[in-house]
Structures are given as structure tokens and as C-alpha cells.
């Protein structure tokens, strides 16, 4: 049975879960090689000769950095394993949402490791109050971009005339340009 368009597509609940679930196993994609790309330099970068002359400080960012990697890189594969487990279950839906929310967790620990690994950088190259300026400026970057751009441009749609004001529901996962 379909249903009315909504937002222009005539699609079955399940058409939609199924879309929803592709749409955000191609934004992970891009997500993970960064987090892979990551997490490698912060591998590598223990075995380096400089590595033994870091500061507490510096030794201190740079495994919370690593651990956050290591957690980005869980949460983005999770929904991997979510919907391997639950295979052929019915449970599309519920893969969904639940792979929205792991996403969301995996872009702040993205963010938190991006701004660590800056910081390590910068502190070590150039200064510690060079390296807390520009992790700042990398925290600042990703909630601005990731968190309050997103929410402001939900906002000013929600507003336009013409647009459909309803409430998203939950299993819906909404990336750029939907």
C-alpha cells in the first residue's frame, strides 16, 4: 500500500526505512575512510622519534585522541554489524534508527578526535597556547558546521511557505540536501 507523498516521494514505509538505512551507509562511507586515515596516523605516530620526548600534556592528548578515534571508528561500523545481526528480522526500521543515533555519536567523537589531533600537531610544531587556539578553532568549525548549520537550515525550512510543517519522524534519517 502506498502512501501519500511525502516531501514528493510515493514510497511504502518500508521503501522509505530502506532508502534511509542507503542513504546513510553512503554517508558513512565517507565518515569511516577519514576516521581510518586518522586513527593510522595516531597508530604510527607512537612509534615516531619524537614520540618519547612528549610532555605529559602532550601524552595525555594524544591517547585521548587515539581512544577517541577508536571510538569513531566503533560507532560509524556499528551499523554494520546492527543490521548483519539483525538480518532478515523485520527490523529495518529500528536498524535505522538506532544507526542514525550510533552516526551522531560517531560524528562528536570525529569532531572531539579532529580537535585532539590538532592540537597535538600545533602544540608540538609550534606552541601550546598555538595548539589550544587552533583546536578551538577546530571545535568551533565542526559544531558549527555539523551541529548549528544543520539545525538553523531545519529551521528556516521548516518556516517556508509551501513546505510541509510536519514532524520528522524518528526513523527518518535526514542527511544534506533532504
Known amino acids: 500500500m502506498r502512501r501519500a507523498p511525502v516531501n514528493g516521494r510515493r514510497e511504502t514505509p518500508r521503501e522509505r526505512d530502506d ?3 542507503a542513504e546513510l551507509l553512503q554517508e558513512l ?3 569511516q575512510t577519514g576516521v581510518q586515515i586518522l586513527f593510522a596516523f595516531l597508530l604510527i605516530l607512537a612509534f615516531s622519534a619524537r614520540f618519547p620526548v612528549l610532555d605529559g600534556f602532550q601524552r595525555g592528548t594524544y591517547l585521548t585522541t587515539l581512544l577517541l578515534a577508536m571510538a569513531a571508528s566503533i560507532l560509524f561500523t556499528a551499523p554494520a554489524a546492527l543490521h548483519r545481526g539483525l538480518f532478515r528480522r523485520g527490523a529495518k526500521r529500528h536498524i535505522v534508527e ?8 560517531g560524528l562528536g567523537a570525529l ?3 579532529l580537535t585532539g589531533s590538532l592540537l ?4 608540538v610544531v609550534v606552541s601550546r597556547t598555538a595548539g589550544l587556539l ?3 578553532g577546530a571545535f568551533l568549525a565542526c559544531t558549527g558546521l555539523w551541529v548549528v548549520l544543520p539545525r538553523r537550515l531545519a529551521r528556516r525550512l521548516a518556516r517556508r511557505p509551501g513546505t510541509a510543517r510536519r514532524r520528522m519522524s524518528t526513523t527518518e ?3 544534506p540536501g533532504h
Open 19 to 21: 532508502r534511509n538505512f
Open 29 to 31: 562511507r565517507v565518515t
Open 173 to 175: 534519517f535526514h542527511g
Open 98 to 105: 538506532v544507526s542514525s543515533r550510533l552516526a551522531a555519536f
Open 111 to 113: 569532531g572531539l578526535a
Open 134 to 136: 587552533a583546536a578551538a
Open 120 to 123: 597535538l600537531v600545533v602544540d
